[in-house]
């Protein structure tokens, strides 16, 4: 192809034509001092809290301290090429990100800016990185389920859409993988998802990525990255980004779920930008308002009312704990603003107990109303007995001989442990959870060897789902669990147990 | 806290504007009431332009805290007692006494300040590419005293980089009408334009789903 010299001519002198001259009213500062992410500049006497400004450079920030005599500006990107006596441009407007569905499926930074490669995000609707939460009146009671496809989540701590709940470990524990399996399991149910990842090694954000993306979930996810090398400011706009992102979708009368992994590396942040703004330190040297900041951000996961189009936005945050220890500050802010949590222990998770909860301490507020009734049934009193099966245990290890009755209970508490185990990457259908705790809970394992409990459950469900169909439909239609399907089930059950005992030694000689 | 940068090669030092507006009040005050600011501030500004900038050991000696008090006030009888009006020397003597003659500069321009407030002066600064004709700047002033509630005073500054136009700055906020930053908001128009087009004919070859 030509280049035609008199074509190009003509656009340009028709841009000029259409270009209107407009007086360019601005306010302005000079920067005094910039470095670590933060800028104090004289002037801006008019800027507003968290108004957005222009750096020479094309970097924005936001107004963070209005000072007597000058402003302190934290500044979202590169700080190394601002120079002292900079001139500083107030916009008037407040920081926004692109939003809508041109971002699903996107890796991008926590201003937007796409960081996959695949070309610029094309569209004209954006949405402030702060929003007011809704209020009482623009919400209702969570009452449906957001499934995580996690058994020992689904069955004992139920997510609801709309509510908050806390993944709460020691590094290494599973903390991560919850919250990636719970969106891989939104395949197919029209929830949207978003990762935030606050200061996290760039190389296990891109393996959190390859997972998402190898297993189908890129397509209704959007990524969030403030990693580690990246400056304050960014790291801790971000989670606020990704809400504005999921937000969208909320307000639309669609369904979202956010995971912010973490915020205690989101609060450390915020920890450097005040102490280097002067603010005065509290306790752990963390701002007074660091509450705040958590608590503005987790309010606005909410399930909106009807009149609002009954969208949700479900928040699954993360901390990390040093040593178990709960009591410090950020985990004691955040588990009181969350609506329950998972607790995960180191000791399980090396026990081979994966994902390592400890269904003792922990809880979901919200409860029964976030399950299926089939659930709700077979999982009624799950967490109770675990918790009692857990003191037996410690008591048994005494050794002292144990009577029938109480060997019993102990067998079937190994087995139900056995039950609840699952790999990452693979969440299981809520049916599937109901048909195999019914079965783990009603005692048809006791009689199967431990080691065969998770063999007897795969063949089991895919029993189910192959002969039994007539059986499973019931539940999935109606999400009900009757006395009649009960029966039925138990005559499946019970017909399966014959094949899979008249089947186990020609299965032993085909492995061996 | 000291914090400086450069503007206009002139440093801003947060602490001596403070200090600067602290002692400018209280020399207005004084002035006023004696119905001689005026007179007082033609003193103040001859003593720095004329005599500190021509000694500045004079300047570093004055602000040394080195120097006691007693023997600053000697030398400040002996050298102005003769020409300085009572007051200006009484208040260079406070300022002795309190440690603070090396900020002189910074109340100057407070007190230029203030009392641009107090007459209801605004100083606006006015950036031209060549420098600026009587009559524009007669015309310039009308304008500008129909729009700001004070007396404007122009500081008129040569900027040849903006290629024509006029830039007026009225303290933080700045009304640009020049040609250079006009043509920029030309290219970023055009680039935008531009590249929202290459996107939107993209766009109708991609398929609908996905990317």
Partial sequence: MRFKADEIASVIQKEIEQYRSTLDVREVGRVL?????????????????????????????????????????????????????????????????????????????????????????????????????????????????????????????????????????????????????????????????????????????????????????????????????????????????????????????????????????????????????????????????????????????????????????????????????????????????????????????????RPAMNVGISVSRVGGAAQIPAMKKVAGGLRLDLAAFRELEAFAQLGTDLDAATQARLDRGYRMVELLKQNQYVPMDVIDQVLSIYAGTRGHLDKIPLVKAHEWETNFLSFMREQKSEVRRPIAETKKLDDATAEALEKAIAEFQKQFVAEAPRRETVLA | MTVSASQNGEVIDLGAREVGALYAKAFLGATEAAGQTEALLAELDSLLDDVLVRLPDLESILASAMVPHEARSRLLDRALAATASPM??????????????????????????????????????????????????????????????????????????????????????????SVSSALERARTQMIERSVHEIQSRRDRFRHPEGN
């Fill in chain 1, 33 to 353: 001092e910039a470095g670590d992410g933060i800028a104090r500049v004289y002037g801006l006497s008019g800027v507003m809290a968290s108004e957005m400004v222009e750096f020479p450079n094309g970097v924005n920030g936001l107004a963070f301290n209005l000072e007597e005599n000058s402003v302190g500006i934290i500044i979202l990107g590169d700080f190394l090429s601002i120079r002292e006596g900079d001139e500083v441009k107030s916009t008037g407007k407040l920081l926004s990100v692109p939003v809508g569905d041109a971002v699903i499926g996107r890796v991008v930074d926590p201003l937007g800016n796409p960081l996959d490669g695949k070309g610029p995000i094309v569209t004209t609707e954006r949405r402030p990185v702060e929003s007011n939460a809704p209020g009482v009146a623009e919400r209702q009671p969570v009452r449906e389920a957001l499934q995580t496809g996690i058994k020992a989540i689904d069955a004992m701590t139920p997510i609801g859409r709309g509510q908050r709940e806390l993944i709460i470990g020691d590094r290494k524990t599973g903390k991560t993988a919850i919250g990636i399996d719970a969106i891989i399991n939104q395949k197919h149910t029209g929830v949207k998802c978003f990762y935030v990842a606050i200061g996290q090694k760039e190389s296990t954000v891109a393996n959190v990525i390859e997972a998402l993306r190898k297993h189908g979930a890129m397509d209704f996810t959007t990524v969030i990255v403030a990693g580690a090398s990246d400056p304050a400011p960014l790291q801790y706009v971000a989670a606020y980004a990704g809400t504005a992102m999921a937000e969208y979708f909320t307000y639309r009368g669609g369904h979202s779920l956010i995971v912010y992994d973490d915020l205690s590396k989101q609060a450390a942040a915020y920890r450097q930008l005040a102490l280097l703004m002067r603010r005065p330190p509290g306790r752990e040297a963390y701002p007074g308002d660091i509450f705040y900041c958590h608590s503005r951000l987790l309010e606005r996961s909410a399930k909106l009312s009807d009149a609002l189009g009954g969208g949700s936005l479900t928040s699954l945050p993360i901390v990390e704990t040093l040593e178990g220890e709960v009591s410090a500050y950020i985990p004691t802010n955040v588990i009181s603003i969350t609506d329950g949590q998972i607790y995960l222990q180191p000791d399980l998770f090396f026990a081979g107990q």
């Fill in chain 2, 88 to 177: 200006l020397l009484n208040f260079l003597k406070v300022l002795s006494s309190r440690g603070r003659l090396g900020y002189l500069q910074a109340i100057r321009r407070a007190v230029r300040e203030q009392y641009d407030v107090i007459r209801g002066r605004v100083r606006v600064e006015v950036s031209t590419a060549t420098p600026l004709e009587p009559t524009l700047v007669h015309h310039l002033r009308e304008q500008l005293r129909r729009m700001l509630a004070g007396e404007p005073w122009l500081a008129p500054v040569v900027r040849p980089e903006l290629i024509g136009g006029v830039v007026l700055r009225i303290g933080d906020t700045v009304y640009d009408g």
